[in-house]
């Protein structure tokens, strides 16, 4: 009798050991704990140390550092009707753990999910030209989106940048041209331009020294000492004809 009691005072401590240590939970900094009494919410507990009621409670372990994954290569079709490849990076982290538990199943898969389809339809929405220049304005665009759409769930999404943008042969191909033709007109309008300001200089020249006979003369003396330096053999000057108009006029 003495031994069965023994016995059975033996199995009660070590069954109060295990409820007790199946009660007690710890919960770092980074850690929350979403709490049910009987299936239905109580609250959010940690960090630190935590006491559940054994099969009465029960507790959801939640993450609030941030998460980062890649988004998979989109096939996404621009505005213009280009067909490119594009992928991202997603920054998010739980900032509800209540609703993150609650509110969907699974929160970092529909997270992906909906990442991958909020990368396609904005990206959808503009040209290939301001998918390779503008990506800042397009990391903006998809981060609220996407934060708009997960701020049911408790989430926010903090930042997402574009990786990647994969073009197929024969459109980096006529981009290349695209470009050549675009310095070619370039180069046109400027050598065009240079014109127009030489000319509009060589007019003002002109009309200085119509103003001035003798600086044209001048203009000619300096020209002559300027081929002289050159040491030619022969020298083929033209005699100016305000020169000879002189020497008649003197005659």
């Known amino acids: 009798m003495i031994g069965f009691t023994f016995g059975f005072s033996s199995l009660l401590i070590l069954l109060a050991i295990i409820v007790i240590a199946s009660a007690i939970r710890i919960f770092r900094e980074y850690e929350r704990g979403v709490v049910f009494t009987l299936g239905r919410f109580w609250k959010v507990k940690g960090p630190g140390l935590v006491l559940i009621a054994p099969i009465i409670q029960q507790v959801v372990r939640i993450d609030?550092?941030?998460?980062?994954?890649?988004?998979?290569?989109?096939?996404?079709?621009?505005?213009?009707?280009?067909?490119?490849?594009?992928?991202?990076?997603?920054?998010?982290?739980?900032?509800?753990?209540?609703?993150?538990?609650?509110?969907?199943?699974?929160?970092?898969?529909?997270?992906?999910?909906?990442?991958?389809?909020?990368?396609?339809?904005?990206?959808?929405?503009?040209?290939?030209?301001?998918?390779?220049?503008?990506?800042?304005?397009?990391?903006?665009?998809?981060?609220?989106?996407?934060?708009?759409?997960?701020?049911?769930?408790?989430?926010?999404?903090?930042?997402?940048?574009?990786?990647?943008?994969?073009?197929?042969?024969?459109?980096?191909?006529?981009?290349?041209?695209?470009?050549?033709?675009?310095?070619?007109?370039?180069?046109k309008i400027i050598h065009a331009d240079g014109e127009l300001q030489a000319s509009q200089k060589l007019l003002e020249a002109a009309q200085t020294l119509a103003r001035e006979p003798q600086a044209m003369q001048l203009r000619y003396l300096q020209t002559l000492t300027t081929i002289a330096a050159d040491k030619n053999s022969t020298i083929v000057f033209p005699l100016p004809v305000d020169i000879l108009t002189a020497v008649l006029n003197r005659g």
């Open 64 to 187: 609030l550092r941030t998460v980062v994954f890649d988004v998979p290569p989109q096939d996404v079709i621009t505005r213009d009707n280009v067909s490119v490849k594009v992928n991202a990076v997603v920054y998010f982290r739980v900032v509800d753990p209540e609703k993150a538990v609650i509110q969907v199943a699974r929160f970092f898969e529909a997270t992906s999910q909906l990442s991958q389809t909020t990368l396609r339809a904005v990206l959808g929405k503009h040209e290939l030209d301001t998918l390779l220049a503008e990506r800042e304005m397009l990391n903006a665009d998809i981060q609220k989106a996407l934060d708009m759409q997960t701020d049911a769930w408790g989430i926010k999404v903090s930042n997402v940048e574009i990786k990647h943008v994969d073009i197929n042969e024969s459109m980096i191909r006529a981009i290349a041209r695209q470009a050549e033709a675009e310095r070619e007109r370039r180069a």
